[in-house]
């Protein structure tokens, strides 16, 4: 495994980097290098093309106006971008970075900004805001962080992360009781023995279809969550060399058991405003 | 004074004082009144014939209205203000109902008011100040007012609400060009650090990142009041060209800009009759406020608490720290709802945590596992964390620490049995 170095695209890491985004590279980082990979990380301001040589690809998020001022740089790197999706390398797309890289996404004033084209998604910002603790089952078990939008994603009939089990989710849910807050009302309702968590309807979170990923899980999302981390890095790693991803070192083996237990206690009793 | 308002007083101050008997419920008598009486707040502090500073921003709110109501009183001024942390409307109607007489008038000369940044539109709208202090914009509680850019808006309204002086810090990145922004006409004047200080802190005065263009840089105005050196617990103020040497409630450079941020408000208030030696005698009587750079005695032992109110300001109160704390105790919890920013922290001034706890105490303890930031114990039971912590070998240094958000801060020293509880009345 020497000679393999893993490189990781981070774009717009300054303008979408609230929030302890950046952490998701981090972690990514660590838990590569910790197992003896070696990581190269380029950070891609606006204005700049996208590499040819990219393993994998994370965007972050910000507040609308960051968004705003990120979406001028979008058009430039969307044929690369598309390019690399094609490709198979994995993506992580958080938040308005997660927006920026759909189709498009429409501000509160009806402009509507056009995406880079890689998510097949679209994003309207609008409604009520929804702020809370955010879980979710998805094919690697569940998933927890912190939910924080003020829009939907219509992410059309391809396959989300997982069910929302605590909080709102891509859409505004439909059907009786199925408002961000009557969901929080009944997954929070009685003692903590034997409550039911599940959301009173379908409410489904983010995008994953191949190599795809999109979210609004912040925490950052990683951090919370290192199987959705070590799935990446295992994706990339068999692209790139057809090579697995060696076992987690004692390190990440404490750190894992560290947000398993994060885990446990958000999803144990969520909260939001 | 109209009925309602008469009946206000007298009920709520009825209430402050069973309140005080059970020991805290600091904002009932305050909540009660403005039931009561809606106008109660027009209908007192709007009588005090120098009218109402408005002092607001991310951080060191407290700290600065406390250092403003001191100079001001140095100066012979009587001045009626808000207990730090009691900044939202109930709040600071029940700092009323603890000083007004059942005539409704309150014995004071100017009020300098705490606002909310999240209130501040409303009850600048209420009291209608003549003066307004903004200290800084920084990434705080996104739970809470989700973008920067709210807060800002916001805190332009309260600007805007000023009618004779407003005082703006020139090395925040928002709030250096922020008159421009604004209708209306008054005196505007800045505070800020000479760019030596500025450069030389290891975040700036970490100032929320800005993303429109062609706006005027943080630091390109010219100050009435500059910090110009920071040591351990003191600061040298340059005002008028004279250099005066002023006591800080803790270390760091963003004390010594609240100490410039209030003198230069005071100057603004005070105009000819402004004096700069008053300034080292109003600070240097000061006492901290509650959890902001504060020392608690417990038995023969001091603690130090170190709050973590928003990535701000744990970042520069890490950064104030001359070596890494030989015994730390962090507890966070639902007051802090999201923590993705511990991701965003420089956490290098630590170099080991001993115990944690608190409802986000897991989230924080995979965070110093991924900076490689040793971690003694984890227990969500903050009793049982205390004991444990309170029971280590004294420290070499004399000095335990604790890194606390705002709602264990004032929950742990209640257990501590500190019991004067903030935003409650004098």
Redesign the interface.
Known sequence: MSDLTLRILHLFPRTLGMNGESGNVDILRRRASSRGIAVEITRLEPGVAVPLQVDLVFIGSGPVSAEVQAHPGVADVAPGLRLLAQQGVPFLAVGAGFQLLGETVTLADGTVLAGAGVFPVRTVIAGERVVGDFVVESRLGTLVGFENRGSYIDIGDAAPIGHVVYGRGNLAASGPGAGASAAAAAASDGSSTGATLVAPDARVEGFWVDNLIGTHLHGPVLANNPALADWLLETALARRASTALPPATPDLVEIDRRAAEARATIAAAPLSE | MGFRTATAILVGRAVRVAARLRGGGSAIPGTIALKIAPTFLEDTISRIPLGVVAVSGSNGKSTTTNMLAAILREHGLKVFTNPSGGNLPQGIASAVLASVSVTGVLDADIAILEVDEGYGPKITKMLKPTTVLLLNIQ?DQ???Y????RVVRMLEQVAGSSTRALILNRDDNHLVDLDKRLPGTREVTFFGASPELISGAAHGVASA?R??EGHIDAGAREAEVTVTDVGDLQAVLAIDGRDVAVRLPARGLHYALDAAGATATAKAILGDTFRPGLVTAALGGLSTVYGRGELLQVGDESIEIIMMKNPASLQLNLDSLQSAPEQVFMAVD?GT??P?????IDLSNLDHIDVITG?K???F???F??ADIPVGT?D?DVREALKLFLALPRPTMGRKTMILNYEQMMSIRKILGFKELEGGGQ
């Not at chain 2, 989700?146 to 850019?149: K, L, M, N, R």
């Open positions: 990434i996104l739970n809470r989700h973008e920067p850019d990142d993303f429109d639902e709802p999201d993705s920013w511990i991701y965003d409802s105490a897991w989230q303890a995979t965070r596992g991924y984890v969500l």
